[in-house]
């Protein structure tokens, strides 16, 4: 037996739209400080502000892989994609990440060249306007994004708030080598790329680290426990067996096994299990389904499950209802 029943997760169509809406202005923020500090190395052949632009090119295409996987995730589920298209949101999470890396590799690539080579940057003046500017409107970016992110429960979105804030500190790293350049010291510029480099190295660990337990449908632990709690807490559940959670997207979808006295009537074991969901939808914020399947509780109640025992085989640690 089971009480499904689908309900809107907190952050639902609204929360769709301000991440859309954070998206859309935040690429438009940086695809104005890419293009700046970008047009500048054209003539002005900088390494850190190349690292810097290219850093912040990188996040507009992230940026816009977002949108996209956002806009997708609003189609309703339909008989092929019968959970929904909200996954697009994790993959999405996966471009972010890859092109984080790739502009590390980039970044470096041009930073070793111009360290190893006779390399002077010029329109240093310009380069710092441009540069001190940049910093300025990724750390602007980088509080919306976050902020929002953690709002409405996106990853992805949390992951590229962390990118535009390292393209931040790129900025900074870029001005830096630029001043020292105009002081006298050459070396100045492509070692502030290096250091650029570094930076994006490690926002692209930790960022991949978070998308990709998002992908692997992992939960944070105190989730799994507020589950268990709510369901003890329900009058009429005497045990509780497999506990099972992951993110789809920004929804919580829940499945969770309880054990009720096996003489009630269907009904009222019904009754439960959509006790139990009601708990899980007001204990945790977020939750889209709860799938709450009921067992007997007495001591022969193995064979409610001995035709399916086997079918498929189940793990050795199968669940047990804890008294």
Known sequence: MSGSHGVAAVAGPDGTKAGLRAIRISAAV????????????????????????????????????????????????DDRYTFGYQRLEDLAGIVVVLVIWASAGLAAFESV????????PTALGIGLTVAGVGALANEIVARYKMRVGRAIGSEPLIADGKHARID?????????GLLGVQLGWRAADPLAGLLITVAIVAIAWDASGHVLARVMDAVDPEIVSLIEHAAKETPGVLGIGRVQARWVGRS??????????????????HAIAEAVHHHIIHDLPGVAQVDVHVDPWEAHAQDAHRATATHPPLPADDHPHHH
């Open 30 to 77: 940086l695809a104005v400080a890419a293009a700046a500090q970008l047009t500048v190395v054209g003539f002005g052949g900088s390494a850190g502000l190349f690292a810097a632009g290219l850093d912040n090119l990188g996040d507009v295409i992230s940026t816009v892989a977002l949108a996209l996987a956002f806009m997708a995730a609003r189609r309703a589920a």
């Open 113 to 120: 060249r111009k360290l190893s080579g006779p390399h002077r």
């Open 168 to 176: 931040a500190l790129a900025s900074i790293a870029a001005f830096a």
């Open 252 to 269: 919580l979808n829940v499945s969770l096994t309880v054990a009720v006295d096996g003489t009630m009537s269907v009904a009222d074991a």
